[in-house]
């Protein structure tokens, strides 16, 4: 079965009680047991949930992964997974991960002895030397955010596997319909749910997806333990908009191509990182190990004052933090994704105070350039 099929019936796509084109959304707590000796697979919602389930078993699909889990939000499903790890282990973690990941790792797993060295995820070789006998795990995202920097997820993967220790991959940016990080041997696929997955800006979601059984086990004890999961309302939302995923994907990276290559030529654009440009440094690369370079760019422009001209003098693009939604979203690194990063530490990732992020979405990308052409003026 092709993706664009899976999206649609790669879970459960009937109700077997009533035959409903869809699950029910389950809004309910607490289910009748029947037998002392045994309870049935449903006893209380924060350990199972018939919609939370049809959603996960799409998203393990679409992954290739033999099970996910679903969570409250993207940040439920990293903390989540990521204590699987114990005191005294340690990580090595691209550089420009996420502003959130960053913060848990750097203030609270950090204070539980669990500790982090960041690394340009870029090079290899800087990903082993930074191993350790300790070492647990390698946790990456690529194209990353903002700056869009790949990594090699088969290199890293190979890494991982001579070192006797596991590859966990924020696939946010690409969705596995361009992009899945298991079918490169890497062990654990994160995704904030609440960008492309869902689609429409009004879900927090998260996904842990594994291939590894055990592994998946120790995942699901943890999202129970902590009630970490996902509720109904929000699965069954994210389990609409999954369905048009292909055909999202699919316009808003054409429409960024466009903008993009208008973008490059504007005289007060200084620097454009998209990963689909021959000359972006990780093209090759990610060519090689996704199936597109999806909707999510960053650009740099000649002053503050344009940069402020241009996120705040937008109309159609909204400026604001999230990405992946059916409308465009403009935002700014240093002041929203990377707030929690300090100044200097922000500054040596190259993440400067012209830097802009555009996510785009759905709308006719001849508006968005002329929308953005008099804005930045
Ligand atoms: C948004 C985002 C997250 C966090 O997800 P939430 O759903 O906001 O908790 C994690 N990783 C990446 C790459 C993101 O863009």
Redesign the pocket.
Known sequence: MKLATKLIHGGPTVDMQTGALGVPIYQISTYRQTSVDHFSKYDYARGDNPTREALEDTIAVLEGGSRCLAFA????A?STTLMIFSPGDHLVVCDDV?G??YRVLSTIFSRMGIKSTFVDATDLTAIEAAILPETKGIYL?TPS?PLLKVTDLRGAAAIARRHGIITLV?N??MTPYLQRPLELDCDIVLH????FINGHSDV???FAVVKDKELGQRIRYIQNAFGTGLGPQDSFLTLRGVKTLKVRMDQSQQNTLKIVEWLKAHERVTAVHYPGLPEHPGHVIHSAQADGPGAVFSFELDSYETTKRLLEGSHLAAFAV??GGVESIISYPAKM?HASVPKEVRERKGIKDTLVRLSVGLEDPDDLIADLQQAMG
């Not at 939000?73 to 439920?76: D, I, R």
């Not at 904030?192 to 960008?195: I, L, R």
């Open positions: 939000s993207g940040m439920a990293i996420y959130g990941a995202e955010n924020d946010t940016f904030s749910g609440t960008k927090l979601c998260g999230s990405l994704s």
